[in-house]
């Protein structure tokens, strides 16, 4: 976990704020730099009373659908301040690793109270999702306002990225408020030669993995094929999957960035190796092991996305990408947009 310590930083750059738990986050960008209406602006009022007040997706285009996933995913990353799950010591195969006991993570009264609109407004991008937040609104009177969510929200994380991407028709994109139902999607739409459906479901190791695309897993059950799955169409699972931002190739290593991981948007990084065919694969790590890569059925993108994207731009042109150094590519890290403040 980076530990952020740059208090001066909102001294010099504006689109940085103070928060309480971490020394700055990012706000998010004009819409003339970066065009995402926040999540927060579909909910109102406060928790404890808080509604839903849009639940359908804009009309965005998808002639760059790759690229804005992957933009919008880190725009929400910078937001939540820049956490990062660093898992790469943790490969199976690590004879030094011991794996430490589940605990469950502390979250910041102040920062949980700051995000809960947001969260909310991923949930509002959900079907079927109303009882969720009644039941939150319930826990907010009686615990206040600035505890956590009771309900995993990574899916919803996942569902609100792409219906803020352009894919509100739930036969591109089946949002939900459990990752199963859009990888049954995407398991189905392999075996349909007319298929619209946005991804489609692989094996890791037998596509590409690129930028944009999603990788699962399973924990209860704890599939290790999507055959496997497959088997159990349409029956509940609890699976979990995050959106990849970046391949490194010479750090053996898979950036992605999820929701509810650790009770936070975190980009998460996880240790990697080449296939047979020389894909970069993600390696069984902390005794798991993903079984689904959902394939992205887009134009490709440079694998520099990540350094070229609207918030990390932020973050360089400002002189301020130290913060994540070891994570971007110094070579790739060019000012080459003008963000405005």
């Known amino acids: 976990m980076v530990v952020l310590k740059y208090f001066f930083v909102i001294l010099v750059n504006f689109s940085f704020t103070a928060s309480i738990g971490h020394a700055y986050f990012q706000a998010r960008l004009p819409k003339e730099v970066f065009d995402v209406q926040e999540p927060s602006a579909r909910v109102e009022g406060d928790p404890g009373s808080m509604s839903y007040r849009i639940r359908d997706c804009r009309k965005v285009s998808v002639a760059n659908l790759r690229r804005r996933i992957v933009n919008t995913s880190i725009q929400e990353w910078a937001y939540f ?3 990062i799950y660093d898992l790469t ?3 199976d195969d690590n004879p030094n690793y011991k794996r430490e006991p589940w605990t469950r993570p502390i979250v910041d009264s102040a920062e949980a109270l700051r995000v809960a609109d947001s969260i909310a ?3 509002s991008s959900t079907p079927d999702s109303a009882w969720i937040l009644e039941r939150q609104n319930q826990s907010w009177n009686l615990r206040g306002g600035d505890s956590r969510w009771r309900n995993p929200w990574s899916a919803a994380f996942v569902s609100w990225v792409m219906c803020e991407s352009g894919l509100g028709d739930f036969n591109r994109f089946q949002r939900s408020v459990a990752h199963y139902s859009y990888i049954d999607q995407a398991i189905l ?3 349909k030669a007319n298929s ?3 991804f489609v479901a692989f094996d890791v190791g037998e596509k590409l993995i690129e930028p944009g695309d999603l990788l699962c897993r399973g924990s209860r059950p704890e599939y290790q094929t999507l055959a496997e799955r497959r088997s159990q169409i349409g ?5 979990h999957c995050d959106i990849v931002i970046k391949l490194d190739s010479d750090k053996k290593r898979i950036l992605l960035i999820g929701g509810n991981v650790r009770a936070w948007v975190r980009l998460k990084i996880l240790p990697a190796d080449f296939s047979n065919q020389g894909f970069l694969v993600p390696a069984p790590y902390n005794g798991r092991r993903l079984f689904a890569h959902l394939k992205l059925q887009a ?5 520099g996305v990540f350094e070229n994207s609207p918030s990390v731009q932020d973050l360089v042109c400002s002189g301020y990408d130290f913060y994540l150094s070891g ?3 110094k070579n790739s890290a060019k000012c080459v947009l003008q963000v405005k403040e």
């Open 81 to 83: 301040g820049f956490e």
């Open 89 to 91: 010591d943790t490969r």
């Open 121 to 123: 407004g991923y949930w």
């Open 189 to 191: 739409s392999r075996a």
């Open 196 to 198: 619209v459906s946005a």
């Open 235 to 239: 029956v509940g699972a609890r699976t």
């Open 299 to 303: 134009d490709e993108v440079e694998n």
């Open 327 to 329: 994570i971007i590519d």
